[in-house]
């Protein structure tokens, strides 16, 4: 087998990169973790190339194991990066070396992939008026009867049935008539299982080196067992950041009486007991409109009551819906299975009253009232289902906080009594930022308020766009704000730029679109802060609407929050601006992405100079240079359009799957596009709190300096602070004492505030 250095230098000639000294560390820190048996944190800022650096010792464990490593992305983006352009050419570089060409597949969501059965007739429509019933409408009738039209003549064609592919894409709507749940899928009792998608994908990843998925898929064959998944020992995490919103996402389940009546509407005449789960849904309706939207902190009666009807009757139904003796279910009953089981389930769970789980609330402007819940916390889910038998190597640009990992670590149940063992490792960034990037916060302006975004913060973005001549990414905290300015820009540019949002099309084809034209914008929500990779002249200015904190109303972060307050820790610091700094430090990430790369983040909210924990914001970001000089940076902006370059070239992508895998082992074939995402986004969640320490033994004071008496409450403020990389200051302004008490007592506890500067700003 050839030395790690040898391929990784040949992997990194064939992307056409430069090697970099985090780079090679990294890849010799997940060879080691690999050998050791032990779990590996990597911190890794943008250009390190930590792709090649875990992708390189996952082919070489691959190859001495014989069996596949995993890799794990949040983003779809990401994942397309991945397949379509980093393993083709390592593959290709690597083969001399290693005497045969590494193979890697993707792997989705059954969702993900056309259901050959239901193509075929063998389920009933998703709604009545649905696509396919209306297939036969001329195409010019309706968008409906042009996107049935497209998708039949697309499952002609199609080898890998993969959604993706599709571009540009279809509706959600639309999409679901040709695709299958879990839940719904007959599986091995479907009669078309020799020709279904989604098992060609899963056969060929068995055999292949290197197998591609996201973190909700893992986590659900992970948590369910289910074994979607290839046997595999070795699991790279990338995105690791949004490791624990996407596990809780995922197990995230919701309840609404419209998902009990489409229920019984399914099992229909198949059960008798189908119009007595439609009388639940009437009184669940009834009870769930009487509540007032957020958190429940207990059941109301006459919820339980609502609840206990739907989880009784859908047991009764589900009863019922089991085939008879010797049968296999047909598509029908397997559908109508599904819903009454997900009923039942999530009305079960709710009555349950889990320790950890958090229940609330929710008005759906289309389907009103929705009861939700949610784990708390997944540390100990994490780790003994995610860190139990293989070796899990965990990377980021965004892992450390206040200068130790041991805040994201314990939300990942890598913390505490019998955890298991992990090494936490920077690599740094090769990237000159202060000379790169400009840092601009727009002090001018008023903070933000609650009536969305301002006219003065429009008037800004149009300033900035114009002296940037385009090439802006706008990255907004909530999707009206970003189609409000996406609307305001193309009314006040009236056809000199274009302006994509969120949400027109799939994202990678939004993303495509925004790489290939300089006169291009893109607005967006979540999903663009993280994830899309636009180098070069196409992306010089990426702006920031305001700090991403979660909703003050979020359930969970309320819940988390207050579950550290009442143990003495601040819950605003460890879950609030934790949350914002990770967004924040990922959001202005996307502007350097190569060594020659130059732009201006700019902040539309005057808090990241002006309010109390200001300094924890700015020390998350990279070290931009920064200024609040408003003419200053509209000239750098123009000088940047000026002066910019042609963009780099973009290509579509290629086909994935099974067919990936099989042009590898065939041509080497390289796509080199930037990937996709789903047109459906996860619901912001707060970044999950470190667990909290023991309430500490009652004390009347712990010490008294300058004549001030400390509390033990008092104390673990102080240690908080410090862990989150406060520096005096600050620390000062948050207890509202002076600094020299502050001192004092950081010297009586041998703590020391942090002395990293905050970002000057002007």
């Not at 911190?43 to 992708?55: D, E, F, H, N, V």
């Not at 309320?558 to 009442?566: K, L, N, Y």
């Amino acid at each position: 087998m050839p030395s790690l250095d040898d391929l990784l230098h040949a992997a990194v000639e064939g992307v056409g990169g430069v090697e970099r000294p985090g780079q090679i560390e990294m890849a010799h820190a997940v060879q080691e973790a690999i050998a050791a048996d032990e779990h590996l944190l990597v911190q890794a800022g943008t250009g390190t190339g930590k792709s090649l650096a875990y992708l390189v010792p996952a082919v070489v464990h691959a190859f001495d194991a014989g069996k596949p490593a995993v890799v794990a992305t949040a983003t779809l983006a990401l994942q397309g990066q991945v397949v379509d352009r980093d393993m083709p050419r390592l593959a290709e570089a690597v083969a001399p070396l290693l005497g045969r060409r590494p193979t890697y597949a993707l792997v989705k969501g059954r969702r993900n992939y056309l259901c050959a059965h239901k193509l075929e007739g063998g389920f009933p429509d998703d709604d009545e008026g649905s696509l396919l019933s209306v297939g036969q409408v001329d195409q010019q009738a309706s968008r409906l009867g042009a996107e049935v039209v497209r998708l039949r003549e697309w499952a002609d064609e199609t080898a890998t049935g993969d959604r993706d592919e599709l571009v540009p894409g279809v509706s959600e709507r639309a999409w679901r008539q040709v695709s299958v749940s879990a839940h719904e899928c007959l599986g091995s009792k479907c009669p078309m299982l020799s020709e279904c998608f989604v098992e060609r994908a899963r056969e060929s990843a068995r055999d292949v080196d290197v197998v591609v998925t996201n973190h909700s898929f893992m986590a659900i064959d992970s948590f369910e067992g289910r074994q979607m998944l290839p046997e595999h020992d070795l699991l790279v995490v990338d995105e690791a950041h949004e490791l624990v919103d996407r596990v809780t996402s995922t197990i995230t389940d919701e309840l609404s009486s419209a998902m009990v009546a489409a229920a019984a509407k399914r099992a229909g005449r198949l059960a008798d007991g189908s119009e007595a789960l439609e009388d639940a849904s009437a009184l669940l309706q009834e009870v769930l409109a009487g509540l007032q939207e957020g958190r429940l902190t207990g059941l109301p009666d006459a919820l339980e009551l609502a609840l206990s009807r739907v989880r009784d009757t859908a047991r009764q139904v589900q009863t019922e819906l089991k085939p008879p003796p010797g049968q296999d279910a047909d598509g029908g009953r397997q559908v109508a299975r599904a819903a009454v089981d997900e009923v039942f389930d999530v009305s079960a769970r709710v009555l349950e009253a889990r320790d950890l789980d958090v229940v609330w609330v929710s008005q759906d402007p289309r389907r009103g009232p929705v009861l939700r819940v949610a784990p708390m916390s997944v540390a100990g889910l994490l780790r003994d289902k995610i860190f139990g038998d293989r070796t899990v190597v965990l990377t980021s640009a965004t892992l450390e906080l206040g200068g130790t990992f041991d805040a994201v670590a314990g939300t990942m149940g890598l913390r505490g009594e019998g955890a298991p063992a992990w090494r936490g490792l920077d690599v740094g960034s090769p990237f000159d930022y202060p000379r790169q990037a400009i840092a601009y916060v727009a002090q001018h302006l008023p903070p933000p308020g609650r009536d969305g975004i301002s006219d003065q913060a429009l008037d800004e973005i149009e300033a900035l766009v114009r002296a940037a001549g385009g090439r802006a990414l706008g990255l907004f905290s909530s999707m009206r704000a970003a189609r409000t300015a996406t609307d305001a820009m193309r009314e006040r540019f009236d056809g000199d730029l274009a302006f994509l949002c969120q949400g027109e099309d799939q994202i990678g084809t939004l993303v495509r679109q925004f790489a290939r034209d300089p006169k291009t914008c893109l607005f967006g929500t979540l999903t663009l802060w993280q994830g899309v990779d636009v180098p070069g002249s196409a992306c010089q200015l990426v702006v920031i609407d305001r700090i991403p904190f979660p909703r003050p109303d979020d359930p969970l972060a309320s819940a988390r929050s207050q579950a550290i307050a009442r143990m003495g820790g601040n819950g605003f610091m460890a879950v609030s601006a934790t949350h914002a700094a990770l967004r924040l430090a990922q959001g202005a990430g996307r502007l350097i992405r190569r060594g020659d790369d130059r732009g201006v983040v700019a902040f539309l909210d005057s808090r990241m100079m002006t309010a109390r924990y200001a300094g924890f914001l700015q020390r998350s970001l990279p070290p931009f240079w920064p200024t609040s000089d408003r003419d200053r940076v509209l000239a750098a902006l123009a000088r940047l359009d000026d002066t910019a370059p042609a963009v780099l070239p973009v290509a579509d992508p290629g086909s994935r799957a099974v067919a990936a895998a099989q042009a590898v082992r065939a041509d080497g074939g390289v796509g080199a596009a930037t990937g996709t995402d789903g047109s459906e986004h996860p619901r912001p969640a707060a970044v999950e709190p470190p667990p909290p320490a023991p309430p500490p033994a009652p004390s009347s004071r712990t010490a008294v300096t300058q004549g001030h008496a400390w509390t033990t409450d008092a104390d673990e403020e102080l240690r908080d602070g410090v862990d989150l990389g406060l520096n005096l200051a600050e620390l000062a302004e948050s207890l509202e004492l002076p600094p020299d008490v502050v001192a004092a007592r950081l010297r009586g506890l041998g703590l020391e505030a942090a002395g990293r500067p905050t970002l000057a700003f002007e």
